[in-house]
C-alpha cells in the first residue's frame, strides 16, 4: 500500500514538473520579447542559466545526464542529423515559390542586408539562441514528456506545436497573413523533424546540430538572395 502511494505521488511529481516547464518556457518566451529589445545576448544566457540549472538539479537528485540528453556524441547520431537536414530544402523552397519576397522580409526582420550584420547574427545571435531552445524545449520539456509518457506521437506533436508556438512572435513583424502562415508552417515543419530526431537519438548534440544546420543555411540563403 505504501509503495503504490509513493508511486503515485511520484507520478504527480513529474506531472507537476511538466507543467512548470511548459510554464517556464512560456514565460521565458514572453519576456524574451522585451529582453530581446535590451540585449540578445543577455536574454538567451538568462534562459540557458535557468534551464542548465533545470537540468542540473534533476541529476543533482538522483537524475541521470542521459534522461536530459546529455551523453557523448556518436557518429550514428551527428549521420542521423544531416540526413534529416536534406528535408530542409522541401518547405524552403516552396516557401520561395510561394512567396517570392520572403527573403526580402526575413532579411529586413534580422537586419541580414550586410555582410557584417549577418556574420554578427552568426556569432552573437544564432549560437545563444539554440542553445537555448534546445536546453529548454528539448532538454527539459521534451525529456520529462518522455519520461512520462513514453515514445510516442502526441509526445512528439505536442512538444513540435509548443515550439513552433514559442516563434509565434515573428507572426507579429510579419507583412501580411500569407507571410505569417508561411513562417509558422515551416518552423512546425522544421520542429517536427527535431523533435523525432531527439525522440530516435535522445541526444542533444543531434538535435543541436540539425539546428544550426537550419539556423545557418537558412540566414546564408536569405543573406545570398
Known sequence: MHSTH??????????????????LVGTWTSLATVWLGLGAQAAYLSGIALFGLWIALEIFCGGKAADFGLKMPSKKDALAAISLFALFFVPAIALRLLLPDFDAWYARLYGLDTASA?????????????????????????SKLLQRFGRNGAV?????????????PIAGYSPSLAFSVGAMATILFYSIFISALYQQTRSLFATALLHALVNYVSAAQTFWH
Open 6 to 23: 509513493t508511486a503515485n505521488r511520484l507520478v504527480e511529481m513529474e506531472k507537476l514538473k511538466i507543467i512548470a516547464a511548459a510554464a
Open 156 to 168: 512528439l506533436a505536442v512538444v513540435a506545436v509548443f515550439f513552433t508556438l514559442m516563434h509565434l
Open 118 to 142: 549577418t556574420l554578427a547574427l552568426a556569432i552573437n545571435f544564432l549560437p545563444l539562441a539554440l542553445v537555448f531552445e534546445e536546453l529548454a524545449v528539448r532538454g527539459v520539456l521534451h
